[in-house]
């Protein structure tokens, strides 16, 4: 453990120096502004962010995490070749990733906020809301960034496979639930959506955000059902639930590759 | 010194990368307290036994102990090597005195460093920049001086002077001669055979993933009939080819 977070110290400046983790922050943080003075009060910015963060948030964790990854490479061979074992190197690689990128997230959406608390008050509950939800899809989606990376020797092919994977989560799913409702619309579905909405830890995030800020109109079909037969408490538990577990089961599969593995 | 336990203990090593067999049962003994060539034509499986012996590539077969302590895992061993990989690349955004602190942090310790190369290299003054704008040679230097940092028992180099100047290369090898004297094993692999002429006293010839030959470099050129090292492992090669 005294290994790992001497590790995470030292990648933390690593990262915190890196340009595109500044850059994350910087328009995360230009983007909510702009949405403050186009005349939004403080409940329409979150709306609008809704969105912002399911699609950005992933695509910036699977894309970064795995060229974090690839380009840690000779750094992870240095510390192995050193008195570090691959426990505390694989923890402290990933925390030095998710870290970073969940502070320039909550900093870039949250200070705006701050900002214009006076305006029009601020809508505490929902901006923390908000703000966990992208902090667990970039927990979730860093770690499936690294599964990707440790399955892929090839940098490209890791990449590419990053790129596809969340276009499935983010465009292909939607597709499917609705083919699915349309052919089999005349069976009970609530069980199959139930189980579809739990493989896509982006729609995991959308029902977490919809079912607390309670849009109906955007809820889309697992949303409904979602709140429909779990209400709107235990279907929060059950989402952030699942959310954690596709931190987790990729963490520990990536484990294993990585403990595995030759450098 | 040299009555202690071997630096490095392989019995019948093997290790395959998909359909290529790298290591093909490697046996091999290395003294300690002697600087050890380990030469070799490309893909002979000289980086794959080193990093085999660092723990970063696990072999498939045999058993591999590196300064008494068996290689299966655990990395408190490791203590006592210092390391100097072909071509070292470090974190891009941390500066070389970032580096060298990390290092110290991990091992913990409370011993003096060795700093003589940062001085003798005079790096000094460049080791407060960012790693990403030192030049490839400058890098290299780093890497050196890591390897010597924490006076390791057991020295591994995988050419190391491939990078380095001919006044740092000199450095370097001076280096090498003193800490043995201070009874620390060197294994270094290198293609500069003129190289080890000058340092090394066993030389191993690893040859598709076996040790073809084992001895103190003298031995290898009084049975080869060749005066300079270079000529006794072609000689070698030839032997084997017929």
Redesign the interface.
């Known amino acids: 453990m005294?290994?790992a977070s001497?590790?995470l110290a030292?990648?933390l400046?690593?990262?915190a120096?890196?340009r595109w983790v500044i850059a994350y922050a910087v328009v995360l943080l230009v983007l909510t502004e702009a949405l403050f003075r186009l005349g939004g009060d403080a409940g329409r910015v979150l709306l609008s962010l809704l969105n912002v963060v399911l699609i950005l948030v992933p695509l910036v964790a699977l894309t970064f995490g795995t060229l974090y990854l690839y380009?840690?490479r000779?750094?992870i061979?240095?510390?192995?070749?050193?008195?570090?074992?691959?426990g505390a190197m694989f923890s402290g690689l990933w925390c030095g990733l998710a870290l970073p990128l969940s502070a320039s997230l909550v900093a870039g959406l949250g200070l705006p906020f701050l900002l214009h608390a006076g305006e029009g008050g601020l809508p505490l509950h929902s901006l923390v809301v908000l703000l966990a939800t992208g902090v667990l899809l970039t927990l979730a989606f860093t770690a499936i960034a690294f599964l990707v990376a440790l399955r892929f020797e090839d940098r490209a092919r890791g990449f590419g496979a990053a790129l596809l994977l969340w276009f499935a989560c983010a465009v292909v799913y939607d597709g499917l639930v609705l083919l699915v409702i349309a052919v089999f619309g005349d069976y009970p579905l609530e069980t199959p959506l139930l189980i579809l909405s739990l493989i896509n830890p982006l729609d995991l995030g959308r029902l977490l955000l919809l079912l607390d800020f309670d849009v109906a109109a955007l809820m889309g079909y697992t949303g409904a059902v979602f709140k429909q037969f779990l209400g709107t408490s235990l279907g929060l538990t059950v989402a952030t639930i699942a959310l954690l577990g596709w931190t987790g089961v990729p963490l520990v599969l990536g484990f294993r590759r990585f403990r595995?593995?030759?450098? | 010194m040299s009555a202690e336990r071997p630096a490095v203990d392989a019995i019948g090593l093997t290790k395959r990368?998909g359909r290529l067999e790298v290591l093909r049962g490697v046996d091999l003994t290395v003294p300690s307290g002697r600087i050890t060539g380990l030469v070799g034509p490309n893909a002979a499986g000289k980086t794959t036994f080193i990093?085999a012996l660092?723990?970063?590539?696990?072999p498939d077969g045999g058993q591999l102990r590196v300064l008494g302590h068996l290689v299966n895992?655990?990395?408190?061993?490791?203590?006592g090597?210092g390391?100097m990989?072909q071509s070292?690349?470090?974190?891009?955004?941390?500066t070389g005195s970032?580096v060298l602190d990390?290092?110290g942090?991990?091992?913990?310790t409370t011993a003096a460093r060795d700093l003589e190369l940062l001085e003798k290299f005079e790096l000094e003054d460049q080791i407060g920049k960012p790693v990403r704008t030192l030049s490839g040679g400058t890098r290299q230097k780093l890497s050196a001086v890591m390897a010597f940092l924490f006076r390791p028992d057991l020295l591994v180099l995988d050419e190391p002077t491939a990078g380095l100047d001919p006044i740092a290369s000199g450095i370097f090898k001076e280096k090498l001669l003193s800490v043995r004297a201070r009874g620390s094993s060197v294994l270094l692999a290198t293609h500069t055979l003129s190289e080890l002429d000058e340092l090394a006293d066993d030389v191993v010839f690893l040859l598709d993933g076996r040790v073809r030959f084992h001895g103190p470099t003298e031995d290898l050129k009084r049975r080869t009939g060749a005066p300079r090292l270079e000529q006794a492992i072609a000689n070698l090669m030839r032997e084997r080819a017929s």
Do not use: T
């Open positions: 005294r290994n001497r590790i030292y990648q400046r690593d990262v120096r890196n380009s840690a000779e750094f061979e240095m510390l192995l070749a050193q008195p570090v074992g691959r595995a593995r030759d450098f | 990368f990093k660092l723990g970063l590539v696990r895992g655990d990395e408190r061993y490791r203590r090597i390391y990989p070292a690349r470090f974190p891009e955004n941390l970032e990390m290092l942090d991990l091992r913990a």
